[in-house]
């Protein structure tokens, strides 16, 4: 069974570089086979979203498979808010039949914050059990049930830590556990607060974890002041200190100011040890992907057969 | 307030102390609320001496009261007063003549007169057999103008006559009739002479011109404007309320000095502890644990000085009489002697012919059970039977003797120790006593110490309404207020977080209970409980709040009616603010006073729009320190707006209920705020008030 | 104990119109407990249906009382005669005592007068709180006696998710994170590693999701 282009590029010790689509909330495939073009080539794989936000949109397995035709690598998520175990390991089989290899598990943010807050949460498992769930899949050919898969299957297993979470003193534990859950690589949520970051990344130095996944840094190109100030004051888990706001209030071009900070950040990110690669997450400014990958001094990109 | 544990009356403090069992606790919650007639009616119902009792009355309800645990006790004997002074007296019914029997009193005292009351209103014939020329026994004979006006007690005697008890004046037993001739008329005879020779010391000197005894010198200074001579320096023998009595009596008589000694230290003293502070303030000296030794006269036979002899003693370890004097001396310079060391019945060696007995001292030889001297269907009460004592005591003693006389009459067995059985409360626990809200006893406005020993003009000057209303609100109302219906409370523990006093309890075994004689009343349990199993004992509260239906409908025949829900204490209970109400008032408002407007609840709101009312108001008054209850405001203003809620709900305006707080300006300028309801009101019904204002 | 809080006034209103004659019946256990529908929420609600109907210009007979407990046979049998009396029932009771006025009167139309929400406790005179789902397999001895299923939003057992901040849930500020209290208490009893151990994904069928549940005590039964 072959790696997928994430795991190859994690394996040759290269700094990596993730990115991220948000499917529509229609079924229009060229929107999707648009963005993917934006990203191909400059990132390592993409990410696909579930619902984020508990907002109806193309499901991820589907947009999946747009990118698999497509030739890029893609991460698709799956939460467990919307689905139970039987949908999920269904799902997960469908996507390896599609040519999906990498698998983030989350557990989804309540739908409450969505476009369907009358819907019922699931959540059947939590993102551990999600976890493992997949390892034993793909490790022990086994349900959750017990019962046997008919044919192994070969998964790439992701998962999301929150270093702007609390409580705090937990979190590296966390991570530890979702390692020995069985996760194969990390990404986080977006940076802002890199001091907290920082603090985060030495108990996770502390406990050895780094030398036990790969962890890709999050961070987000702030686009204006507004995006700025709906993340620090309506996304949950995520900080962002005043000084970014200022910043950004500050400058007179704000787009370049957004980039440059975050070209900065990405480059800092490099430097710290048991940083693995980005997740560059430019949700609605895909376009300004390739500038700042490059302004990073990221490009090219590793090819591998 | 009375409650029946089976058959024993369990009684409050103040009226389980009161020898005739006053209820004062329900009289000073009148006056509390302004009902200044019907305390008047409920002392009257119990009390045949209410002017007398309002003035003098040694208040032992007073020395009961439990609020004398956390602050002082109320005051209560001066509330009574206050009651006779500004409500009206109820008509006296005339007594119905039911039995033919006749009784004869004979004495017109305290104890007298309130057996022959008791007895009439039995309907039995009663004659009053008085040797002086006025009713009334040691009270009219002896007691200083100063200290009881006389009309107090003439108004007490004339509404005992226009009961149907006959009183004759004038006649004495043993002089003008006989005890066999009384027989012939009367099925039974009352004793009630009393205790009115004064008793001597046989020091040496104790014969000499110028020694004179308490109660004649009492009766002088009284009826026949006795004064002493000038440079009068007078020696008062005593320390009881009599000696207080005489010393400022003496002092009023014009003395140039007034000094008083006696066996008892100041606060062995058995005169009352306020007789002996206006005393002293009245400039008599007093020289407590000195005795007298003998009385030092000039060779003319005049009194030139007083030797006294220092006290270490007076009562042994067995407490027995037994004074035990130190070696030092003193002599007092003094040239009037008044002994005022005791009293003694008459001689009544004329009783022994008729089979009344005597003991070897020349008292009555009495059965306290029976109440009857050896003579059958001969009784005896008061003082001649029972020793020096207060008024009350004595009246106590004449009520039971009537129970007697009507027993023996009836031909049934009577015992006086099954008479009068009652229970009453413990005392307040710590935990209680330290979580009611401190206000200070209002002193009784007397005339100032320096002028008024010049005249005999009545010391006190008494409460006037606002100190009257203010001093009654510190009524606890004990063991009237909250307790748990069992069956339905749910134990859901509701009234204990919200009770200020720690009434409800989980006691050490983890049973909950509603410690009913630690209730303040305050009623916001009642409020809160969301089961309805609570229920206050005396009904007053739930009887303010039934009131409103009838008011209600009232006002709805005068246009668009509101009701507005207000205290009924402070200055809603003055004069001026009932007055209001009753003549005032616009006549489409319904006011309704409450005993606490957080007894409000909401369904009584509900309740008030089901019946047609067009607005509610909840007026309490924001004099936060002069409310003796906690967190009023905070619920009321909880609750109405709950109701408010529940209104616009039902598309009902929120300016249709408010809960206000009013100064004291406010409530005694009520008409503009009155008037203010009103226009809010016609304002909704006219369109506005609703969310968009 | 069972929560409960009385439905918006204009909707109970609206369902007795077509009625005359209506008993509103309060409980006497959890509701009036948690003050949604005991005595005196019973009483409240018939004046405000009252007050309503008058001012529509459509009086009714409106009648309140109050049952020891709403879901006992025997104790609805004691109000037979009242509740026979009238057209409609408006029953406060949580929704079992509902049910059990419809099972044991299936000829009287019995209303529900509140919305029964959840099983918790006062956390302040006033205040409820939800902190039990009846999942049917108690894991509280793991969590050091906080609920995972009921204060967590996810019911998540290898929580705290990524949403949690400040120790509340990314739900509402007003929330505790479920997990974060779990934490801190481990924290304080030295045993954080507890929470080292993946927990297996919960088994449900002991839930309402396994189907309507029964408990049965063979030893007592008549």
Same mark, same amino acid.
């Given at each position: 069974?072959?790696?997928?282009?994430?795991?190859?590029?994690?394996?040759?010790?290269?700094?990596?570089?993730?990115?991220?689509?948000?499917?529509?909330?229609?079924?229009?495939?060229?929107?999707?086979?648009?963005?993917?073009?934006?990203?191909?080539?400059?990132?390592?794989?993409?990410?696909?979203?579930?619902?984020?936000?508990?907002?109806?949109?193309?499901?991820?397995?589907?947009?999946?498979?747009?990118?698999?035709?497509?030739?890029?690598?893609?991460?698709?998520?799956?939460?467990?808010?919307?689905?139970?175990?039987?949908?999920?390991?269904?799902?997960?089989?469908?996507?390896?039949?599609?040519?999906?290899?990498?698998?983030?598990?989350?557990?989804?943010?309540?739908?409450?914050?969505?476009?369907?807050?009358?819907?019922?949460?699931?959540?059947?498992?939590?993102?551990?059990?999600?976890?493992?769930?997949?390892?034993?899949?793909?490790?022990?050919?086994?349900?959750?049930?017990?019962?046997?898969?008919?044919?192994?299957?070969?998964?790439?297993?992701?998962?999301?830590?929150?270093?702007?979470?609390?409580?705090?003193?937990?979190?590296?534990?966390?991570?530890?556990?979702?390692?020995?859950?069985?996760?194969?690589?990390?990404?986080?949520?977006?940076?802002?607060?890199?001091?907290?970051?920082?603090?985060?990344?030495?108990?996770?130095?502390?406990?050895?974890?780094?030398?036990?996944?790969?962890?890709?840094?999050?961070?987000?190109?702030?686009?204006?002041?507004?995006?700025?100030?709906?993340?620090?004051?309506?996304?949950?888990?995520?900080?962002?200190?005043?000084?970014?706001?200022?910043?950004?209030?500050?400058?007179?071009?704000?787009?370049?100011?957004?980039?440059?900070?975050?070209?900065?950040?990405?480059?800092?990110?490099?430097?710290?040890?048991?940083?693995?690669?980005?997740?560059?997450?430019?949700?609605?400014?895909?376009?300004?992907?390739?500038?700042?990958?490059?302004?990073?001094?990221?490009?090219?990109?590793?090819?591998?057969? | 307030?009375?409650?029946?544990?089976?058959?024993?009356?369990?009684?409050?403090?103040?009226?389980?102390?009161?020898?005739?069992?006053?209820?004062?606790?329900?009289?000073?919650?009148?006056?509390?609320?302004?009902?200044?007639?019907?305390?008047?009616?409920?002392?009257?119902?119990?009390?045949?001496?209410?002017?007398?009792?309002?003035?003098?009355?040694?208040?032992?309800?007073?020395?009961?009261?439990?609020?004398?645990?956390?602050?002082?006790?109320?005051?209560?004997?001066?509330?009574?007063?206050?009651?006779?002074?500004?409500?009206?007296?109820?008509?006296?019914?005339?007594?119905?003549?039911?039995?033919?029997?006749?009784?004869?009193?004979?004495?017109?005292?305290?104890?007298?007169?309130?057996?022959?009351?008791?007895?009439?209103?039995?309907?039995?014939?009663?004659?009053?057999?008085?040797?002086?020329?006025?009713?009334?026994?040691?009270?009219?004979?002896?007691?200083?103008?100063?200290?009881?006006?006389?009309?107090?007690?003439?108004?007490?005697?004339?509404?005992?006559?226009?009961?149907?008890?006959?009183?004759?004046?004038?006649?004495?037993?043993?002089?003008?009739?006989?005890?066999?001739?009384?027989?012939?008329?009367?099925?039974?005879?009352?004793?009630?002479?009393?205790?009115?020779?004064?008793?001597?010391?046989?020091?040496?000197?104790?014969?000499?011109?110028?020694?004179?005894?308490?109660?004649?010198?009492?009766?002088?200074?009284?009826?026949?404007?006795?004064?002493?001579?000038?440079?009068?320096?007078?020696?008062?023998?005593?320390?009881?309320?009599?000696?207080?009595?005489?010393?400022?009596?003496?002092?009023?008589?014009?003395?140039?000095?007034?000094?008083?000694?006696?066996?008892?230290?100041?606060?062995?003293?058995?005169?009352?502890?306020?007789?002996?502070?206006?005393?002293?303030?009245?400039?008599?000296?007093?020289?407590?644990?000195?005795?007298?030794?003998?009385?030092?006269?000039?060779?003319?036979?005049?009194?030139?000085?007083?030797?006294?002899?220092?006290?270490?003693?007076?009562?042994?370890?067995?407490?027995?009489?037994?004074?035990?004097?130190?070696?030092?001396?003193?002599?007092?310079?003094?040239?009037?002697?008044?002994?005022?060391?005791?009293?003694?019945?008459?001689?009544?060696?004329?009783?022994?012919?008729?089979?009344?007995?005597?003991?070897?001292?020349?008292?009555?030889?009495?059965?306290?059970?029976?109440?009857?001297?050896?003579?059958?269907?001969?009784?005896?009460?008061?003082?001649?039977?029972?020793?020096?004592?207060?008024?009350?005591?004595?009246? /106590?003693?004449? *009520?039971?003797?009537?129970?007697?006389? &009507?027993?023996? +009459? !009836?031909?049934?067995?009577?015992?006086?120790? $099954? #008479?009068?059985?009652?229970?009453?409360?413990?005392?307040?626990?710590?935990?209680?006593?330290?979580?009611?809200?401190?206000?200070?006893?209002?002193?009784?406005?007397?005339?100032?110490?320096?002028?008024?020993?010049?005249?005999?003009?009545?010391?006190?000057?008494?409460?006037?309404?606002?100190?009257?209303?203010?001093?009654?609100?510190?009524?606890?109302?004990?063991?009237?207020?909250?307790?748990?219906?069992?069956?339905?409370?749910?134990?859901?523990?509701?009234?204990?977080?919200?009770?200020?006093?720690?009434?409800?309890?989980?006691?050490?075994?983890?049973?909950?209970?509603?410690?009913?004689?630690?209730?303040?009343?305050?009623?916001?349990?009642?409020?809160?409980?969301?089961? /309805?199993?609570? *229920?206050?004992?005396?009904?007053?509260? &739930?009887?303010? +709040? !039934?009131?409103?239906?009838?008011?209600?409908? $009232? #006002?709805?025949?005068?246009?668009?009616?509101?009701?507005?829900?207000?205290?009924?204490?402070?200055?809603?209970?003055?004069?001026?603010?009932?007055?209001?109400?009753?003549?005032?008032?616009?006549?489409?408002?319904?006011?309704?006073?409450?005993?606490?407007?957080?007894?409000?609840?909401?369904?009584?709101?509900?309740?008030?729009?089901?019946?047609?009312?067009?607005?509610?108001?909840?007026?309490?008054?924001?004099?936060?320190?002069?409310?003796?209850?906690?967190?009023?405001?905070?619920?009321?203003?909880?609750?109405?707006?709950?109701?408010?809620?529940?209104?616009?709900?039902?598309?009902?305006?929120?300016?249709?209920?408010?809960?206000?707080?009013?100064?004291?300006?406010?409530?005694?300028?009520?008409?503009?705020?009155?008037?203010?309801?009103?226009?809010?009101?016609?304002?909704?019904?006219?369109?506005?008030?609703?969310?968009?204002? | 104990?069972?929560?409960?809080?009385?439905?918006?006034?204009?909707?109970?209103?609206?369902?007795?119109?077509?009625?005359?004659?209506?008993?509103?019946?309060?409980?006497?256990?959890?509701?009036?407990?948690?003050?949604?529908?005991?005595?005196?929420?019973?009483?409240?609600?018939?004046?405000?249906?009252?007050?309503?109907?008058?001012?529509?210009?459509?009086?009714?007979?409106?009648?309140?009382?109050?049952?020891?407990?709403?879901?006992?046979?025997?104790?609805?049998?004691?109000?037979?005669?009242?509740?026979?009396?009238?057209?409609?029932?408006?029953?406060?009771?949580?929704?079992?005592?509902?049910?059990?006025?419809?099972?044991?009167?299936?000829?009287?139309?019995?209303?529900?007068?509140?919305?029964?929400?959840?099983?918790?406790?006062?956390?302040?005179?006033?205040?409820?709180?939800?902190?039990?789902?009846?999942?049917?397999?108690?894991?509280?001895?793991?969590?050091?006696?906080?609920?995972?299923?009921?204060?967590?939003?996810?019911?998540?057992?290898?929580?705290?998710?990524?949403?949690?901040?400040?120790?509340?849930?990314?739900?509402?500020?007003?929330?505790?994170?479920?997990?974060?209290?779990?934490?801190?208490?481990?924290?304080?009893?030295?045993?954080?590693?507890?929470?080292?151990?993946?927990?297996?994904?919960?088994?449900?069928?002991?839930?309402?999701?396994?189907?309507?549940?029964?408990?049965?005590?063979?030893?007592?039964?008549?």
């Amino acid at each position: 069974m072959t790696m997928s282009n994430l795991q190859k590029v994690l394996n040759s010790g290269a700094f990596v570089v993730t990115g991220e689509l948000g499917p529509p909330k229609s079924a229009e495939r060229e929107k999707i086979e648009h963005h993917g073009h934006l990203l191909g080539g400059v990132v390592d794989a993409v990410n696909l979203t579930d619902n984020q936000t508990a907002i109806v949109r193309t499901s991820s397995i589907a947009c999946g498979k747009i990118l698999v035709d497509m030739d890029i690598d893609p991460v698709i998520q799956i939460t467990c808010r919307d689905r139970n175990r039987i949908a999920i390991q269904s799902d997960v089989l469908g996507a390896v039949a599609l040519g999906i290899k990498n698998i983030l598990c989350l557990q989804g943010d309540h739908a409450n914050f969505g476009n369907e807050p009358a819907a019922k949460n699931v959540n059947d498992l939590d993102s551990m059990n999600l976890i493992r769930s997949l390892k034993n899949m793909r490790d022990e050919q086994v349900f959750i049930g017990g019962e046997k898969l008919e044919a192994p299957i070969d998964i790439f297993i992701g998962a999301v830590e929150n270093p702007f979470a609390d409580p705090f003193e937990y979190r590296a534990y966390r991570l530890a556990k979702k390692v020995e859950a069985g996760v194969d690589f990390i990404q986080t949520q977006a940076i802002f607060d890199m001091d907290r970051f920082e603090r985060w990344m030495a108990k996770v130095r502390e406990l050895g974890i780094h030398k036990k996944v790969p962890i890709l840094a999050g961070v987000i190109p702030i686009k204006s002041l507004g995006a700025a100030r709906y993340m620090k004051n309506n996304v949950s888990g995520m900080i962002v200190p005043d000084e970014i706001i200022d910043r950004i209030k500050a400058a007179e071009n704000k787009k370049e100011e957004g980039v440059k900070l975050c070209v900065e950040m990405i480059k800092h990110l490099k430097t710290i040890e048991g940083v693995a690669g980005v997740h560059l997450m430019a949700v609605a400014w895909e376009e300004i992907v390739p500038e700042i990958v490059e302004r990073a001094g990221l490009l090219p990109r590793p090819k591998f057969d | 307030m009375n409650n029946n544990k089976g058959t024993v009356p369990q009684y409050p403090p103040c009226q389980a102390g009161c020898p005739i069992h006053q209820d004062a606790q329900e009289y000073v919650r009148q006056i509390s609320i302004g009902n200044y007639d019907k305390a008047l009616e409920i002392i009257s119902e119990v009390n045949p001496m209410p002017s007398v009792c309002g003035t003098i009355c040694a208040h032992p309800c007073e020395t009961e009261c439990r609020r004398k645990d956390v602050d002082e006790a109320v005051s209560i004997r001066a509330l009574k007063r206050f009651a006779v002074e500004n409500g009206s007296w109820p008509t006296v019914n005339k007594a119905q003549a039911t039995r033919t029997e006749k009784v004869a009193v004979v004495g017109g005292g305290p104890a007298g007169l309130t057996v022959a009351k008791d007895l009439v209103q039995k309907g039995f014939a009663v004659t009053v057999f008085e040797r002086s020329s006025e009713a009334g026994g040691a009270i009219t004979n002896f007691i200083p103008h100063y200290r009881l006006p006389m009309d107090s007690m003439r108004n007490d005697v004339s509404r005992i006559a226009e009961l149907g008890v006959e009183i004759r004046t004038g006649v004495e037993l043993g002089k003008d009739f006989t005890i066999d001739e009384l027989s012939n008329d009367y099925q039974a005879i009352v004793l009630a002479m009393g205790l009115p020779t004064s008793k001597g010391i046989p020091i040496p000197g104790s014969d000499a011109k110028g020694v004179m005894l308490a109660l004649p010198f009492l009766n002088e200074a009284k009826y026949n404007n006795f004064m002493f001579e000038p440079g009068s320096h007078v020696f008062v023998v005593g320390g009881g309320n009599v000696a207080m009595d005489v010393a400022r009596a003496a002092v009023r008589c014009g003395a140039e000095s007034v000094q008083l000694a006696c066996l008892e230290c100041r606060t062995e003293m058995p005169a009352f502890e306020w007789e002996i502070e206006e005393a002293l303030e009245e400039g008599v000296i007093m020289f407590p644990a000195w005795g007298p030794k003998q009385i030092i006269t000039a060779d003319d036979g005049t009194i030139t000085g007083m030797e006294v002899q220092e006290v270490l003693s007076v009562f042994d370890e067995h407490k027995r009489f037994n004074p035990k004097m130190g070696d030092k001396k003193n002599i007092i310079e003094a040239n009037v002697v008044i002994f005022a060391i005791g009293q003694g019945n008459d001689n009544l060696s004329y009783l022994t012919d008729f089979g009344i007995e005597l003991t070897d001292r020349g008292i009555l030889n009495y059965n306290p059970r029976t109440m009857q001297t050896t003579r059958p269907g001969v009784f005896a009460c008061g003082e001649l039977v029972f020793g020096p004592g207060s008024a009350v005591k004595a009246m /106590s003693t004449g *009520r039971k003797t009537a129970l007697a006389v &009507q027993s023996f +009459l !009836d031909n049934v067995p009577f015992d006086a120790n $099954l #008479a009068d059985q009652f229970t009453t409360f413990n005392d307040l626990s710590e935990s209680t006593v330290e979580k009611v809200k401190r206000i200070d006893r209002i002193h009784v406005p007397v005339l100032p110490a320096q002028t008024r020993a010049q005249h005999n003009d009545h010391v006190e000057i008494g409460y006037d309404e606002r100190m009257a209303l203010c001093e009654s609100r510190r009524c606890m109302d004990c063991a009237a207020g909250a307790e748990c219906i069992d069956d339905i409370c749910a134990v859901c523990l509701t009234c204990l977080r919200t009770c200020p006093y720690d009434v409800p309890h989980i006691d050490e075994n983890g049973v909950f209970t509603i410690r009913n004689e630690e209730c303040q009343a305050c009623g916001l349990c009642v409020g809160i409980c969301p089961a /309805s199993a609570i *229920r206050f004992r005396d009904h007053y509260a &739930q009887h303010a +709040l !039934d009131q409103m239906e009838d008011a209600l409908k $009232l #006002a709805a025949q005068n246009g668009p009616a509101t009701v507005v829900f207000c205290c009924s204490y402070g200055a809603f209970a003055e004069r001026d603010f009932l007055n209001y109400i009753n003549n005032g008032r616009p006549t489409n408002l319904a006011i309704v006073r409450v005993p606490c407007v957080a007894k409000v609840e909401v369904a009584k709101i509900l309740e008030a729009f089901d019946l047609g009312a067009e607005g509610v108001f909840v007026a309490g008054c924001s004099e936060e320190e002069e409310c003796t209850y906690q967190n009023v405001s905070k619920w009321a203003s909880q609750r109405v707006g709950r109701a408010q809620e529940i209104l616009e709900q039902l598309g009902l305006e929120k300016d249709r209920v408010e809960h206000l707080t009013l100064s004291l300006d406010e409530v005694r300028n009520f008409a503009p705020v009155a008037e203010g309801f009103l226009t809010k009101i016609n304002h909704v019904l006219n369109g506005g008030g609703g969310e968009s204002e | 104990m069972i929560v409960g809080e009385r439905k918006p006034l204009q909707e109970i209103i609206k369902a007795v119109e077509p009625f005359e004659k209506i008993l509103v019946l309060g409980c006497g256990e959890c509701v009036t407990v948690c003050m949604a529908g005991g005595d005196k929420e019973a009483k409240e609600t018939a004046l405000a249906i009252s007050v309503a109907r008058k001012r529509a210009g459509k009086p009714v007979e409106v009648k309140s009382h109050t049952i020891e407990r709403q879901c006992e046979f025997e104790y609805l049998e004691a109000g037979r005669k009242l509740i026979e009396d009238a057209d409609v029932i408006v029953s406060l009771a949580c929704g079992v005592g509902v049910q059990t006025m419809n099972m044991h009167y299936e000829d009287m139309r019995t209303l529900p007068g509140i919305n029964t929400t959840f099983m918790g406790m006062p956390f302040q005179q006033g205040v409820w709180v939800e902190n039990c789902l009846g999942c049917g397999n108690c894991v509280l001895e793991e969590t050091m006696g906080i609920c995972p299923i009921a204060r967590c939003s996810k019911s998540m057992l290898n929580g705290p998710c990524g949403g949690s901040q400040d120790g509340k849930c990314e739900v509402s500020k007003e929330t505790d994170c479920g997990w974060h209290l779990i934490v801190e208490r481990l924290m304080k009893f030295d045993k954080l590693s507890a929470l080292e151990e993946v927990k297996p994904p919960k088994d449900w069928s002991t839930s309402h999701s396994g189907g309507p549940r029964k408990m049965i005590r063979e030893d007592v039964k008549l």
